[in-house]
């Protein structure tokens, strides 16, 4: 998946603001990437990129070297909040992909099962989303987009709302299936730790326009687990993410203040003497 010098920019000529500037970022088949950085600096109009929701302004945006023309079942989309068919069971949500691409009775059915299995809700088939708990929910959202055997997947601060526990389960959870099933995933997160524990790479962004200020590779050895919290590694890992977040984060309180000066100046600084 590549972005190459991909701008966007919204509305009219007179008031346009531009969101991405000639943002240029690759991602590897079955690379797991996460996105960290300040609050409106772009991290979902990137994946809207991705998912075919929206077409950059200049640039463009390729995956397996074709460019994006539309949304497609092949780029699944996960968003923090839930978005399940509530007239529908757990099972019907997770066979509507399949259904939809044409697959019999069947096969829907199967593969239904499958997910089902893989994310530990088989008991939970006939169950209507509102029966079900956040983090039940979720891994239903997950489930449904993995239905289609997505080569990308698109994730969105999928975790945000959920309890620390839950989301330790949840992180184990998605860890464990994208061993399984290696789908390139792009995540989306404000959490430090979670972009740490998941990726392969992580993407940190600036504000005001938005771009890819750094990234830091995570070479820590998979498969990994939760168990990774505790490595000594880590913190480095963590370290280098929050020097880097700090001042683009303070920039962008600046830029919501009405602050100009904070547009001045896109150069990194040391954070720490
Ligand atoms: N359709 C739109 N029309 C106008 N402006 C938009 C539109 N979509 C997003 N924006 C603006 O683009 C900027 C980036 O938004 P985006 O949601 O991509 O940021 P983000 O980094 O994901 O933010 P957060 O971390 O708060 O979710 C914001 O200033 C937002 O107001």
Same mark, same amino acid.
């Given at each position: 998946?590549?972005?190459?010098?991909?701008?966007?920019?919204?509305?009219?000529?007179?008031?346009?603001?531009?969101?991405?500037?000639?943002?240029?970022?690759?991602?590897? @088949?079955?690379?797991?990437?996460?996105?960290?950085?300040?609050?409106?600096?772009?991290?979902?109009t990137?994946?809207?990129?991705?998912a075919?929701?929206?077409?950059?302004?200049?640039?463009?945006?390729?995956?397996?070297?074709?460019?994006?023309t539309?949304?497609? @079942?092949?780029?699944?989309?996960?968003?923090?909040?839930?978005?399940l068919?509530?007239?529908?069971?757990?099972?019907?949500?997770?066979?509507?992909g399949?259904?939809?691409?044409?697959?019999?009775?069947?096969?829907?059915?199967?593969?239904?099962?499958?997910?089902?299995?893989?994310?530990?809700?088989?008991?939970?088939? /006939?169950?209507?989303?509102?029966?079900?708990?956040?983090?039940?929910q979720h891994?239903?959202?997950?489930?449904?987009?993995?239905?289609?055997?997505?080569?990308?997947?698109?994730?969105?601060?999928?975790?945000?709302?959920?309890?620390?526990?839950?989301?330790?389960?949840?992180?184990?959870?998605?860890?464990?299936?994208?061993?399984?099933?290696? @789908?390139?995933?792009?995540?989306?997160?404000?959490?430090? /730790?979670?972009?740490?524990?998941?990726?392969?790479?992580?993407?940190?962004?600036?504000?005001? @326009?938005?771009?890819?200020?750094?990234?830091?590779?995570?070479?820590?050895?998979?498969?990994?687990?939760?168990?990774?919290?505790?490595?000594?590694?880590f913190?480095?890992?963590?370290?280098?993410?929050? /020097?880097?977040?700090?001042?683009?984060?303070?920039?962008?309180?600046?830029?919501? /203040?009405?602050?100009?000066?904070?547009?001045?100046?896109?150069?990194?600084?040391?954070?720490?003497?």
């Amino acid at each position: 998946m590549t972005l190459d010098e991909a701008s966007v920019a919204f509305g009219s000529e007179k008031r346009r603001k531009t969101i991405l500037s000639s943002l240029t970022m690759h991602v590897e @088949p079955g690379e797991f990437v996460a996105l960290l950085g300040p609050s409106g600096c772009g991290k979902s109009t990137v994946l809207n990129l991705v998912a075919g929701y929206l077409k950059p302004s200049t640039g463009s945006v390729l995956v397996n070297s074709k460019p994006i023309t539309g949304p497609d @079942p092949q780029r699944g989309m996960v968003f923090q909040q839930h978005t399940l068919f509530p007239w529908k069971t757990v099972q019907e949500n997770i066979e509507f992909g399949p259904k939809m691409s044409g697959q019999s009775k069947a096969t829907t059915e199967g593969i239904a099962r499958t997910f089902l299995e893989m994310v530990g809700l088989s008991k939970f088939a /006939d169950h209507y989303p509102s029966q079900l708990s956040g983090g039940m929910q979720h891994r239903v959202e997950i489930a449904r987009a993995l239905a289609n055997y997505p080569g990308v997947l698109l994730m969105d601060e999928p975790f945000g709302a959920l309890d620390a526990q839950t989301r330790l389960v949840m992180q184990d959870g998605l860890l464990e299936l994208w061993e399984q099933l290696k @789908p390139t995933v792009l995540f989306v997160t404000h959490d430090i /730790d979670e972009a740490v524990l998941l990726a392969d790479r992580i993407l940190i962004m600036g504000v005001s @326009p938005g771009r890819v200020i750094s990234e830091i590779k995570v070479d820590m050895e998979r498969p990994r687990n939760v168990r990774a919290l505790t490595d000594p590694r880590f913190g480095r890992f963590k370290g280098q993410c929050l /020097d880097l977040l700090e001042r683009e984060s303070r920039k962008a309180f600046g830029l919501q /203040d009405g602050d100009d000066e904070a547009d001045d100046n896109n150069e990194m600084k040391p954070l720490r003497a």
